[in-house]
């Protein structure tokens, strides 16, 4: 069984959270995640910074990560709407999950960084679950995310 990941950009909607946690910095950045996200955005902002400029890594965008239920088979999807405000949305399926990571890191690539799909090989940036090649993306984590990291 194939799960997707969507990107979309759609009109706003209004998005519940549990327990939210704000962060902003000069920049122009923000992000409001759900307190059992939060590790993962600053761990991608970082990974993010061994690659790429500040400015890069942090545009002026008001992000928000939650949880809640998608419809079946989406395990996240990236909602890009007008001005700066970028929202993802993840199922609570994926939480605890082995594949958990690179579903975040997957949707973070879309609203921070803008970057697309990118189906033809291993690559966290597929629009599909990656199933028996996960562990193998972990082990070899490094390379994968500076390999989307920098493709242009």
Known sequence: ?????????????????????????????????DERLTHYVTEFLADCGNYLSESVCKPRIDLTVTVSKLPDNILGQCSVYEGRLRAIQLDDIVLNQYNEKAVIYHELYHCVLGKPH?????????????????????????EYTKKVFTRE
């Open 118 to 142: 990118f189906d033809d090989e291993l690559d966290i940036m597929n629009t599909y679950e990656v199933d028996e090649n996960t562990v193998r993306m972990y082990e070899n984590w490094s």
């Open 1 to 33: 069984m194939k799960v997707y990941f969507t990107l979309f950009g759609i009109a706003c909607a209004t998005i519940a959270c549990a327990t939210p946690d704000t962060k902003r910095d000069i920049a122009g950045f923000s992000y409001t995640a």
